[in-house]
């Protein structure tokens, strides 16, 4: 069945290769342009091709970067009669900026589905009353053409690291007292701020930011010194309030409790490449890390892609390292070095078995089991060589935006009964 998709071409870095992935789906897509353009604007162009649905990778309508998007967003969301398609990268905790979120906790748009790479996800978008489906992370298959046509690596390392740090969370600028001192009370008065603006009652109030006080008190004393365990413990506090707290408190403490997750995410990662050095990394993707590690003598700059990809085949072994915002899937960046050509050493996650068999992929559960397999496959070729092909061959044929459109059509045609 062919059907009609409005396209709304925003700034995102993946939406480029979402939307030739549609546009290779056999179905009718009408690219919608919404940089500088108001929303009325877009509507008109909107109802003028009339199509089946509107289809959004991730949420901001136009430019994400821009405070000006926020309200362009609620804009549409709050007047948009037309099905709309979500497909969100990342934690919709954060995604959604928080006034996004007020506009959906206001009025919950019942045309809306939401596509979440998360499995655990789909279960916060149902306590907003958001329809969701599970939807995996994917890649874009032009990855491998480019690794086919060569390239030079603008340099060579037997361990490597890439990606995007966060000046303001240091290794050193982070500790439990830190966060419990400053962070929590901060949590907890934002919180209280909130409800109090909801329709519960002053006594519901106290007692469950009591409740939540405690909870966070274990999260921090249980978890935080031992990094591997922090998405189950974060699982466990969401868990822990949704059973005692009223669904709008609970509502409210999951859009909260985000800011505490992102510092203590870049504290584990920092100490992680730390941790690493001794054994030969080098840091990439950023001039910023220069404050992290002074003592790297290779530059630190960000590469461009034909760079990124040559170096990840030319490395021996690619780090990785998965972001907080994703408790349970895996990050893009294994099925982007496969298909590179390179060998990816990933932290596990609860959805690694599902993409991957597991002599498709090598992964580590904490620092020191990923010391000893890097020192394991740094002189193998020949090992890492078969893990690189059986990789390869499994995200080709299981994991591209080629793989996902159909899935993510099929889904909202189910979802809206369209024929």
């Not at 949420?59 to 362009?72: A, G």
Request: glycine share 4%.
């Amino acid at each position: 069945m062919k059907i009609k998709i409005a396209f709304l071409n925003n700034r995102y870095g993946t939406t480029r290769s979402v939307r030739e992935a549609f546009q290779r789906s056999g179905h009718e897509i009408i690219l919608i342009e919404t940089a500088q353009k108001r929303v009325s604007d877009i509507h008109k162009e909107i109802e003028s091709c009339n199509p089946d649905f509107i289809f959004s990778s991730n949420f901001h309508v136009s430019d994400p970067d821009s405070s000006e998007s926020i309200q362009q967003t609620i804009n549409f969301v709050q007047t948009s009669r037309r099905p709309l398609a979500v497909w969100m990268y990342d934690n919709p905790l954060h995604q959604l900026d928080i006034e996004i979120q007020k506009a959906l906790m206001a009025s919950p748009p019942q045309n809306h589905l939401y596509f979440v790479n998360d499995k655990f996800f789909s279960s916060t978008l149902s306590l907003w009353k958001l329809p969701s489906v599970h939807l995996p992370l994917g890649v874009n298959r032009e990855i491998f053409l480019m690794r086919n046509a060569g390239g030079e690596a603008s340099w060579v390392a037997d361990l490597r690291f890439t990606g995007q740090p966060l000046i303001s969370c240091r290794l050193q600028d982070i500790t439990i007292e830190s966060l419990r001192a400053g962070h929590k009370n901060l949590y907890l008065q934002e919180l209280k701020e909130m409800a109090t603006r909801s329709d519960c009652s002053e006594n519901e109030i106290t007692s469950t930011l009591e409740k939540i006080s405690v909870y966070l008190d274990l999260f921090f004393e249980t978890y935080f010194t031992t990094p591997m365990d922090y998405n189950r413990a974060e699982q466990n506090f969401y868990t822990s309030i949704k059973e005692s707290c009223s669904p709008e408190m609970t509502q409210t403490a999951h859009r909260l409790f985000g800011r505490l997750s992102s510092l203590y995410s870049w504290w584990q990662m920092t100490s992680y490449l730390t941790e690493l050095l001794p054994e030969g990394l080098i840091v990439q993707g950023s001039p910023v890390w220069k404050e992290f590690f002074p003592q790297q003598a290779e530059e630190f700059r960000r590469l461009s892609w034909p760079e990124l990809f040559a170096s990840y085949r030319a490395t021996k072994i690619n780090f990785c390292f998965t972001k907080w915002s994703l408790p349970t899937a895996i990050h893009e960046r294994v099925f982007e070095i496969y298909l590179a050509g390179g060998f990816p050493l990933t932290d596990n996650r609860e959805e690694l078995a599902l993409h991957f068999e597991k002599d498709e992929v090598v992964s580590y559960r904490t620092i020191d089991e990923a010391k000893d397999l890097i020192r394991y496959f740094t002189p193998r070729e020949a090992e890492r060589r078969q893990f690189i092909e059986k990789g390869t061959t499994r995200v080709l044929e299981s994991h591209t935006f080629d793989h996902r459109i159909p899935v993510l059509v099929r889904s909202a045609c189910e979802h809206w009964n369209i024929r």
